[in-house]
């Protein structure tokens, strides 16, 4: 077992429209690799498959060597292979407070499911503490999402993550939308997962911030992988040139296509 | 630290802002029920009256406060209330146990509410529509099986009477079951996984799949605690009036949204308050009594009712602003 997550041959249609078809990929253990491509390109089905999100239609998936049912896969079941997903601040919930927030889903409590909610408190004071950063900030335990800004949420989403120790953490365009000093806590915490032995999937527009953080790059384009580097070999400057070389020959055929 | 801890005081002075707001409200609307007819206001028997009756109305409130917490409607409790309270009455009369009646009949809200919740989630109807159509079918259903006749169930010579329909010493046990259930669905609500999947399907339905939440069975058990709630109401009703009758629970429909809205719980889902349907369900309970015992026309009711409605949402969504 030396992979932690391998996809073979992975199809995945919505609606009759196809979204994969065929995709292999893998990450190994202590490994940050960034999936690029267009918009539309297939990278979001890719990581909501592995994050238990949405099932696939075709192909093998191994998790830790575990083969996948597509039937029976979750986010429960993902959280508990180590497998923890980050949407930016899609997956928070405004009204409620930042404690629930960060406990939903797996909620300290006591065996008829009632919630500890003392302990879940002091949990997130350390967690805000510890792991976010959040000293005067006026936020505490009980705010509510909504009164937080875009990178504090950011902040809540990844520490998430962090709390629960996922060897594997997914981030779904993590800087998008972030000021210059919040991108730079979100690539220390990049570099963190990586120094502690663990591994990381991003998607990200923005390969200037991710690049230099990066094991590996694997571009898709309409559901397929169309390349793949090592950041060793590979400089900014040419991989954004490889990028723009697809995002060109994508839209090309789309054009022919529509001639025909 | 300091500056924490204030933050937090102050957070939570405006939180229960609106509560205090309720509470004055229902205080001032009974002072003016006390002033404009002291005879009736100023007894006791009033009071026992609504504690009988507004439990019925409250239970199925605070179902609805469940649904609306979790973002979709539910219209079909009103027939809910009359065809399980015919299914209760029906084999009552056929069996004679009380017992297999209280099990049937609960069975009936169970499966009315497990198909709201499979209208709703697998097929994809939105509930409003899903739950009008669930409630010309249901109380037409009933309607065709009792052939609309109202049948009287003489259950003041059982046991269970004493349990449903009398006084636990001046206070009639309706209302004692009513606090108990609103004690219960309080700590389900705001202290229990199950609550909190409620409110943040409510607020974000896709947060809450991607934190592994199992947004349609939530659902489905949320439709069907909502049926629950309507057929006890329908059988603490035929322990009540010891019949039943085939339009049973009409006109609660508004009356008892009325009250959810009184008490805060916001019809956007996420944001919900059971104290605050507990104390909507007296005010409206209320209203009517109070009304006509002050020697106005019922037609007074429906302006009143608005006249609050309007008062304490407008009060609620302040109170939420300033926050």
Same mark, same amino acid.
Not at chain 1, 91 to 97: F, I, M, P, S, V
Not at chain 2, 164 to 167: D, L, N, S, T, V
Not at chain 2, 247 to 251: L, R
């Given at each position: 077992m030396d992979k932690l997550v391998e996809m073979k041959n992975i199809y995945k249609s919505y609606d009759g429209v196809v979204a994969l078809k065929g995709i292999d990929f893998e990450i190994g253990f202590n490994e940050v690799v960034g999936i690029l491509g267009d918009n539309g390109a297939g990278k979001s089905t890719l990581i909501k498959i592995i994050s238990g999100m949405h099932s696939f239609d075709e192909g093998e998936m191994y998790i830790r060597g575990v083969k996948i049912n597509p039937k029976k896969y979750s986010v429960k079941i993902a959280h508990n292979l180590g497998v923890e997903t980050v949407y930016q601040e899609k *997956?928070? *919930?405004?009204?409620?407070?930042l404690w629930r927030n960060i406990f939903v889903g797996r909620q300290i409590t006591n065996k008829l499911g009632f919630i500890n909610i003392k302990k879940e408190k002091e949990e997130t004071n350390k967690i805000m503490r510890d792991l976010m950063g959040f000293r005067g900030i006026g936020a505490n335990a009980d705010s509510a999402i909504l009164t937080l800004s875009g990178g504090e949420r950011e902040g809540v989403a990844i520490s998430r993550a962090m709390y629960f120790e996922a060897d594997l953490v997914i981030l779904d365009e993590p800087t998008m939308a972030l000021s210059l000093q919040e991108v730079k806590k979100v690539l220390k915490f990049i570099q963190n997962i990586k120094d502690k032995g663990k591994s990381c999937i991003y998607i990200s527009h923005n390969i200037a911030n991710i690049h230099p953080v990066s094991d590996r790059f694997v571009a898709i384009d309409r559901g397929k992988v169309v390349g793949a580097y090592n950041r060793k070999d590979i400089s900014l400057h040419e991989l954004s040139e490889e990028l723009i070389k697809y995002t060109k020959t994508s839209t090309q055929i789309n054009q022919s296509e529509r001639v025909l | 630290m300091d500056n924490l801890e204030t933050n937090y005081k102050v957070k939570k002075s405006i939180q229960y802002k609106s509560q205090i707001a309720l509470l004055i409200m229902t205080a001032s609307i009974f002072g003016l029920f006390m002033i404009t007819s002291p005879e009736v206001f100023l007894k006791g028997r009033i009071y026992q009256s609504f504690l009988s009756t507004v439990p019925i109305m409250g239970l199925m409130a605070l179902g609805l406060t469940f649904v609306l917490a979790m973002g979709e409607i539910d219209l079909s409790f009103p027939s809910v209330m009359a065809l399980s309270g015919f299914i209760f009455s029906i084999t009552f009369k056929a069996t004679n146990s009380v017992i297999l009646a209280l099990i049937f009949s609960i069975l009936s809200g169970v499966i009315v509410g497990f198909i709201n919740g499979t209208l709703v989630t697998s097929i994809g109807i939105p509930s409003i529509v899903a739950t009008l159509g669930m409630q010309f079918l249901i109380r037409g259903f009933s309607n065709i099986i009792s052939n609309g006749l109202a049948k009287t169930v003489t259950l003041d010579k059982t046991f269970s009477y004493k349990i449903?329909? #009398?006084?636990l010493g001046v206070i009639p046990v309706q209302s004692i079951w009513f606090i108990g259930i609103t004690i219960f669905l309080y700590f389900l609500l705001f202290r229990h996984r199950f609550g909190e999947h409620v409110l943040f399907i409510g607020d974000n339905r896709e947060a809450a799949r991607m934190m592994g939440v199992n947004v349609n069975s939530v659902k489905i058990m949320v439709f069907v605690l909502m049926g629950v709630m309507a057929s006890f109401a329908g059988i603490l009703s035929c322990y009540r009036m010891r019949t039943w009758w085939p339009?049973? /629970? #009409? /006109?609660y429909i508004m009356m008892v949204m009325a009250a959810v809205f009184i008490g805060g719980t916001s019809m956007l889902g996420g944001v919900a308050s059971i104290e605050g349907t507990f104390i909507g369900a007296f005010i409206i309970g209320s209203l009517e009594a109070g009304i006509v015992a002050a020697g106005l026309s019922g037609f007074w009711t429906q302006f009143v009712c608005g006249v609050l409605i309007i008062a304490s949402v407008t009060i609620h969504t302040l109170a939420k602003r300033r926050k």
């Open positions: *997956a928070l *919930a405004d009204k409620q407070t | 449903f329909a #009398e006084k339009t049973m /629970g #009409e /006109g």
